[in-house]
């Protein structure tokens, strides 16, 4: 199991943090992770993201900015399965997830803003390895994501003890 990190704690010790000034839902077994950021950004379509969970995710988050659309999924079941399986600690959705039910016994964190029944679209359009930029943040390939029950937090580098 991951160490529990808690944001706040960050924030306390580390001012420059980078506060994310979105609420994000929890969908799977923790509220609790952190990790070295991979970045996807895209619009309603999640071709390309398989391709980035399969290089392997051992102490990573996926974060996507899904440019906070709510209207088509960028996730479902399937997916987050794979990436529990290729050993990433989270994932983190500007936008929409589905298939919650399939979220439920995995055990590593999803946050996404909410969910919807409709499927996202496969043309292609995402760009992996990007800066991010959203909620009053920016994420970098490579920053340090922190995420708990208060919020998700970037820093340049970790910066918690370990």
Same mark, same amino acid.
């Given at each position: 199991m991951t160490d529990i990190i808690r944001?706040?704690?960050?924030c306390d010790d580390f001012p420059g943090a980078l506060v994310?000034?979105?609420?994000?839902?929890?969908f799977a077994k923790?509220?609790?992770f952190h990790g070295e950021a991979v970045t996807f950004s895209t619009y309603e379509d999640n071709k390309g993201i398989r391709e980035i969970?399969?290089?392997g995710g051992k102490g990573k988050v996926? +974060?996507?900015d899904g440019r906070g659309s709510q209207r088509r999924a960028l996730c479902g079941g399937n997916i987050a399965k794979e990436a529990f399986d290729h050993g990433w600690a989270?994932? +983190?959705?500007?936008g929409a997830i589905r298939d919650i039910h399939e979220f439920a016994e995995l055990d590593f964190g999803v946050k996404a803003l909410k969910c919807t029944p409709m499927r996202p679209r496969t043309d292609g359009?995402?760009?992996?390895? +990007?800066?991010?930029r959203f909620g009053g943040i920016t994420v970098n390939p490579g920053d340090y994501v922190y995420a708990d029950l208060d919020g998700v937090i970037v820093t340049p580098k970790p910066v918690h003890k370990r």
């Open positions: 944001a706040a704690d960050i994310c000034e979105l609420m994000f839902h929890d923790r509220s609790c969970l399969a290089r996926l +974060v996507v989270g994932m +983190v959705f500007n359009i995402g760009l992996a390895d +990007v800066t991010l």
